[in-house]
């Protein structure tokens, strides 16, 4: 760990020691904090800010140097931000053996083979290509990555029924008139797509039960 990082991690943990606010938080607390502190660096990064993403990742990772100190201070199953490193360290070895071993990788997707490999010798446990699917996920951003999960088990479902939208910008016009409509109706668009996508769950997990 560079010495500005160990500075960092020193500081959290002094932080944790001596303040009566910090003392009492636990990982669950943290949880708002997290999800606004990774908002915040989406927004630096898509204006473009870039004193502000500097900033905001800071904030980031001051939330990881919480929970590793919280962490280290279980009674059960202790570990800080060093274990933390080594395990990331230790994963991105594994998953990247055309960098670190003998494998060999010319193209972005023959990258994508060997990370999924590796993923997959990690995972052997799962049963379902929807596990590990985080379920606090924003509706639209885990509805497609169930979508892409899904394409494994039901490549033909869904198909879209409106015209496809032939670029970015388009889809976001779309979508926006679909929360337009939603909120025109009294519908709530978050829950409707939650409801849908569970269902589309449901209709991989019993595919591949089958």
């Given amino acids: 760990m560079s ?4 500075d960092a ?10 303040c009566v606010w910090s003392q009492r938080i636990t990982h669950r607390d943290l949880i708002p904090y997290l999800i606004e502190e990774s908002h ?6 898509e204006t473009g800010d870039r004193a502000e993403l500097r900033e905001e990742l800071g904030d980031l990772l001051w939330q990881v140097l919480f929970h590793a100190a919280i962490a280290a201070q279980d009674p059960q199953d202790p570990f800080d931000i060093d274990d933390v490193a080594r395990t990331l360290t230790e994963k991105m070895v594994r998953r990247h053996p055309h960098v670190f071993a003998d494998a060999v990788a010319t193209t972005p997707d023959e990258v994508l083979v060997h990370w999924n490999a590796a993923k ?3 995972k052997r446990a799962r049963t379902s290509v929807l596990d590990g699917v985080p379920s606090g996920m924003p509706a639209l951003s885990r509805a497609q990555k169930v979508l892409g999960r899904a394409a494994r088990v039901l490549p ?20 926006l008139a679909l929360v337009a409509q939603a909120r025109a109706n009294g519908w ?4 409707a797509l939650r409801e849908r996508t569970r269902a589309l769950e449901g209709e991989v997990r019993a595919a591949e039960s089958a």
Avoid: K, N
């Fill in 3 to 6: 010495d500005a990082l160990r």
């Fill in 9 to 18: 991690a020193e500081t959290m943990r002094a932080v944790r020691e001596r």
């Fill in 40 to 45: 915040e660096v989406i927004d630096a990064v």
């Fill in 120 to 122: 997959a010798a990690e």
């Fill in 156 to 175: 033909e479902h869904p198909s879209p029924e409106q015209a496809t939208p032939a670029s970015e910008a388009e889809l976001g016009d779309a979508l």
């Fill in 188 to 191: 709530d668009a978050e829950r």
